[in-house]
């Protein structure tokens, strides 16, 4: 299986995942976000202040899961996160990596929007399970 099958599947189950990260006291945090692929890396726009931002501050492990559908299909993508905050990715990845408009969360734009980071989750390996797992799985790996 390809990196590129895996991100058909998680678009074709909708544009928003699950985020798993483990904080600093062990426990786990898992909040909704909408990521973006930007070739091989999927990216996530934070508050600089948020759960998820600390967390992977202090482990940078982190799993994603894409909603199961009617259909029973599911993605799951591991991987490793990095807070990126300097400007000239905030100016790359503001228009036209994600497919909505990041002013609705930031509207400074890219040069005053300074509590805004983007998180990059680099994979290393995906799961596409399909029918609840009764209809086969396949595995990617970095």
Not at 44 to 72: F, M, T, Y
Not at 92 to 115: K, M, N
Request: overall charge negative; aromatic content about 10%; some cysteine.
């Amino acid at each position: 299986m390809e990196l590129d099958e895996i991100k058909a599947e998680a678009a074709a189950l909708g544009p928003w995942a699950f985020l798993a990260t483990v904080g600093a006291d062990g426990e786990p945090d898992v909040v909704p976000v909408h990521p973006a692929w930007e070739g091989d890396v999927l990216w996530i726009v934070c508050e600089r202040r948020s759960v998820k931002c600390r967390n992977i501050a202090h482990q940078p492990a982190v799993a994603l899961h894409w909603q199961v559908g009617d259909s029973g299909n599911g993605v799951e993508v591991w991987g490793r996160a990095s807070l990126h905050d300097d400007l000239a990715t905030k100016h790359r990845l503001w228009d036209g990596v994600f497919s909505y408009d990041l002013a609705t969360y930031a509207s400074g734009g890219p040069d005053d929007s300074p509590e805004i980071v983007f998180m990059a989750v680099e994979p290393r390996r995906a799961l596409l399970m399909r029918a609840f797992g009764v209809g086969g799985q396949d595995t990617w790996r970095a």
